[in-house]
């Protein structure tokens, strides 16, 4: 059967929340399931009435690992994930921001959340590799300028919980009167600013941290700080998110130092202290033996080309999809593989591909690739991950300051490939070798249970950790096993990741699964009463799952929903928000 | 069932008669777990009204305007009115809670669907409809209009089905019905 392509703002959103929660990214999916809702005349009007004439904001709050606290213990990030429909109207109005760029487009010095535009589908934002590497390059380029200078990193502390309300709707309004925004489009930003302070822990001061409009909200509060700095303060002035880079010599740094620390308490914002980790100095010398951390790879084999294979393979040969599985379990790979089945059926699809087919260029090209290559690809990597990691982590633990936290993203990223790479054997004694840096604690958990198939220390890490362990797990065809005895509410959340997915959960019999919404969601799908539960959002996707004799949850994280949805890999995703450095290759 | 959106909807029935008003809630009660089912949640509520008093028209202006806010979109559904306006002058009597019943529901999107048996006190000229359109578009026309989009030129349409009833099986019964739909918003 024919099926209708999705629309531009439908892919931008199941992008971007696929990257931020498995929560929202499944809510989205049963949102979008309806034909009716594909449509961007529906984002545009429909959902966005639905939000503009609700009565109750409707936020899940979900435990994200932050990081780990000095004495030991794990700091989560509370995010507040919006209900599908708020998630599509929010693409709406992001997408429409984008069309007014003199109001919403970032300032040359911001390089976060820049908004996409015309017909990319990869997200919301333009991917936050782009950003990273544009922030490198700027930096770059002021360190050319004063070669005896120094590059000092700060950091806003808790920088969306710290913006009031009041704030963000005088920032939001002038923006939108600058750029002229339609009044529907206007009203729309003021409701998801009010519902957030609505919905905002009472120790915040409004805005949420976890819908996508928080990001644009962000950009726009400090839009006149940021203008105002970097021509103002005597060393170069760069953001991301509240991540601020200077670059001048000692005593541009120490006046900037101040007027930053000055401007940013006026408007309500504390940087962190001078002796928190958060805070460095290097020189411009020191710096620059890293100018090239963010460039792509320039191998010929190398993760992207094996994800676009992959993708390519799967994409033109869906039947082929189990065979390929197979070979990659039978040699210990862990890739999931996304069917595409539904999408190969869109008649927008089969037109463009009927023109693509009777290019030679093309058809060699689709040739070249098939279970064998990829498993070569797949092996090679393999090889050569395992060794660089081994060789990094070694180098890394004799090296402190600037030195050492170069190499952290590069281990980063070389691990989270390795859980989807890396034998049970090999992964088991990675994450011994992980384990002796604390900075990546997260990845040693995560390849530990993976290797193990045990998720007691993944548990309490939050629901991203969960489903960075769940993905490879379930792609790797294992059982999960906890000796946990009691749950809490982290450890009860991050289980039920675990059960969205699919996986078996070997577990004690005080265990019950039955606790709570979320998990009974997880476990059974929908019923009427989880129809009318007082959670606002399970209630929302509960009735958009409907009643069903199985969940449908693990049939639709398989199903890939357009052919321009990222293969979403969770053990890399995931780690996003925990570190900038993340695509570091 | 799948793919349902929820919908949490207040419904008032409002109703001069108090066996209509308790038969209507009794329908509307086994009707609840199927619409359930299907993710529509209808919160009813079923109050006397007298379209003739204005003090009962305020209590049902009232509890329209509590039953949701923001307001969201109106529909106002008037059913089998003809037999009771058209006696005694009582259309002409009810003018002023009908406009103002239609005035305060009339926020951007609100429509009001008239239903009434297709019989000449409702669709001659002269009759109901006639005078509903007629001061819709001479005293209520900045809030209020006869909706004519698509293909319906008309100013309201009349449908005929027939049904089996349940006491007379072996019989088809006909029901005629004629349906006029206003607009409300505001209209310069």
């Known amino acids: 059967m024919k099926t209708i392509r999705p629309g531009i703002i439908s892919v931008r959103a199941v992008n971007q929340y696929r990257r931020r929660d498995v929560l929202s990214y499944l809510g989205l999916r049963y949102y979008l399931a309806n034909s009716a809702t594909l449509t961007d005349d529906w984002a545009r009007l429909v959902a966005s009435d639905l939000l503009l004439t609700r009565t109750d904001p409707i936020y899940f709050g979900a435990y994200h690992f932050k990081e780990c606290k000095e004495c030991g213990g794990v700091e989560h990030r509370a995010m507040s994930l919006p209900g599908p429909n708020e998630a599509l109207a929010e693409a709406a109005l992001l997408d429409e921001c984008s069309n007014y760029p003199i109001a919403f487009d970032n300032p040359p010095c911001v390089f976060s959340y820049r908004l996409n535009k015309g017909e990319n589908r990869s997200g919301v934002f333009r991917h936050y590799i782009?950003?990273?590497?544009?922030?490198?390059?700027?930096?770059?380029?002021?360190?050319?300028?004063?070669?005896?200078?120094?590059?000092?990193?700060?950091?806003?502390?808790?920088?969306?919980?710290?913006?009031?309300?009041?704030?963000?709707?005088?920032?939001?309004?002038?923006?939108?009167?600058?750029?002229?925004?339609?009044?529907?489009?206007?009203?729309?930003?003021?409701?998801?600013?009010?519902?957030?302070?609505?919905?905002?822990?009472?120790?915040?001061?409004?805005?949420?941290?976890?819908?996508?409009?928080?990001?644009?909200?962000?950009?726009?509060?400090?839009?006149?700080?940021?203008?105002?700095?970097?021509?103002?303060?005597?060393?170069?002035?760069?953001?991301?998110?509240?991540?601020?880079?200077?670059?001048?010599?000692?005593?541009?740094?120490?006046?900037?130092?101040?007027?930053?620390?000055?401007?940013?308490?006026?408007?309500?914002?504390?940087?962190?202290?001078?002796?928190?980790?958060?805070?460095?100095?290097?020189?411009?010398?020191?710096?620059?033996?890293?100018?090239?951390?963010?460039?792509?790879?320039?191998?010929?084999?190398?993760?992207?080309?094996?994800?676009?294979?992959?993708?390519?393979?799967?994409?033109?040969?869906?039947?082929?999809?189990?065979?390929?599985?197979?070979?990659?379990?039978?040699?210990?790979?862990?890739?999931?593989?996304?069917?595409?089945?539904?999408?190969?059926?869109?008649r927008d699809f089969r037109e463009r591909i009927r023109a693509f087919v009777q290019n030679p260029w093309f058809t060699r090209k689709i040739r070249g690739v098939s279970i064998a290559s990829l498993l070569s690809q797949a092996m090679w990597l393999r090889n050569t991950y395992e060794m660089e990691f081994s060789n990094l982590a070694e180098t890394t633990n004799a090296l402190q300051g600037y030195s050492r936290k170069r190499n952290i993203p590069k281990l980063r990223y070389r691990a989270s490939r390795l859980i989807y790479l890396?034998?049970?054997?090999?992964?088991?004694?990675?994450?011994?070798?992980?384990?002796?840096?604390?900075?990546?604690?997260?990845?040693?958990?995560?390849m530990k249970a993976v290797a193990s198939g045990n998720i007691d220390d993944v548990l309490p890490l939050g629901t991203n950790a969960a489903q960075a362990t769940a993905q490879p797990l379930k792609a790797a065809g294992r059982r999960c096993t906890t000796s946990i005895q009691e749950l809490s509410e982290k450890t009860e959340q991050a289980l039920s990741v675990f059960l969205l997915n699919g996986l078996t959960v070997d577990r004690s019999a005080n265990i019950s699964i039955g606790t709570s919404d979320l998990m009974r969601f997880a476990v059974s799908g929908s019923d009427i009463s989880l129809m009318k539960s007082a959670e606002q959002f399970i209630r929302e996707i509960a009735c958009l799952h409907g009643l069903t004799e199985h969940p449908r949850h693990s049939e639709i994280l398989d199903a890939a929903f357009d052919k321009d949805e990222d293969m979403a890999l969770d053990a890399i995703d995931q780690l996003q928000g925990e570190s900038s450095g993340a695509g570091i290759y | 069932m799948l793919f349902t959106h929820l919908l949490t909807r207040p419904l008032i029935g409002a109703e001069i008669s108090k066996p209509a008003r308790k038969y209507a809630a009794e329908m509307l009660a086994e009707l609840h777990p199927f619409w359930e089912q299907q993710a529509v949640f209808v919160r009813d509520d079923f109050i006397y009204w007298d379209v003739l008093d204005k003090l009962a028209n305020a209590d049902l202006i009232t509890?329209?305007?509590?039953?949701?806010?923001?307001?969201?979109?109106?529909?106002?559904?008037?059913?089998?009115?003809?037999?009771?306006?058209?006696?005694?002058?009582?259309?002409?009597?009810?003018?002023?809670?009908?406009?103002?019943?239609?005035?305060?529901?009339?926020?951007?999107?609100?429509?009001?669907?008239?239903?009434?048996?297709?019989?000449?006190?409702?669709?001659?000229?002269?009759?109901?409809?006639?005078?509903?359109?007629?001061?819709?578009?001479?005293?209520?026309?900045?809030?209020?209009?006869?909706?004519?989009?698509?293909?319906?030129?008309?100013?309201?349409?009349?449908?005929?089905?027939?049904?089996?009833?349940?006491?007379?099986?072996?019989?088809?019964?006909?029901?005629r019905l004629s349906v006029l739909r206003l607009d409300l918003g505001r209209y310069k």
């Open chain 1, 130 to 346: 782009e950003g990273l590497q544009d922030r490198q390059r700027a930096i770059a380029k002021a360190c050319d300028d004063r070669p005896n200078g120094i590059v000092l990193y700060t950091d806003l502390k808790r920088f969306y919980p710290s913006i009031s309300t009041d704030v963000a709707l005088n920032a939001w309004r002038k923006q939108a009167g600058v750029g002229g925004l339609p009044t529907r489009f206007r009203d729309l930003g003021e409701k998801i600013i009010f519902d957030h302070s609505r919905a905002c822990n009472p120790n915040d001061k409004g805005i949420l941290t976890g819908p996508m409009f928080s990001h644009l909200v962000g950009n726009l509060v400090l839009r006149e700080l940021d203008e105002k700095l970097s021509k103002c303060l005597p060393a170069r002035y760069f953001r991301y998110v509240d991540d601020i880079t200077l670059v001048g010599d000692e005593g541009e740094m120490l006046q900037s130092l101040s007027t930053l620390k000055d401007c940013f308490n006026d408007m309500g914002f504390s940087l962190h202290d001078d002796a928190s980790q958060k805070n460095f100095k290097v020189s411009v010398s020191e710096w620059l033996k890293g100018r090239d951390d963010f460039l792509k790879s320039r191998r010929p084999i190398s993760w992207p080309t094996l994800i676009g294979d992959l993708k390519k393979f799967l994409f033109f040969k869906p039947e082929k999809r189990e065979e390929l599985q197979n070979a990659f379990r039978a040699e210990g790979v862990r890739i999931p593989m996304r069917d595409y089945s539904n999408v190969v059926c869109e």
């Open chain 1, 422 to 446: 890396a034998t049970d054997d090999v992964l088991a004694s990675l994450c011994l070798v992980a384990r002796e840096l604390p900075e990546l604690h997260f990845h040693s958990h995560v």
């Open chain 2, 63 to 175: 509890r329209m305007s509590r039953a949701v806010s923001p307001p969201a979109k109106r529909i106002l559904v008037v059913a089998n009115f003809n037999g009771f306006l058209e006696q005694d002058n009582r259309r002409s009597k009810a003018e002023r809670q009908l406009e103002e019943l239609f005035r305060h529901a009339s926020t951007d999107g609100a429509i009001v669907v008239w239903i009434e048996p297709h019989m000449n006190k409702a669709t001659t000229s002269g009759g109901l409809f006639s005078g509903i359109i007629k001061w819709v578009k001479e005293g209520w026309s900045r809030f209020a209009r006869v909706n004519t989009e698509g293909e319906v030129s008309d100013p309201f349409l009349t449908s005929e089905c027939r049904f089996q009833s349940p006491l007379t099986p072996s019989q088809l019964h006909a029901v």
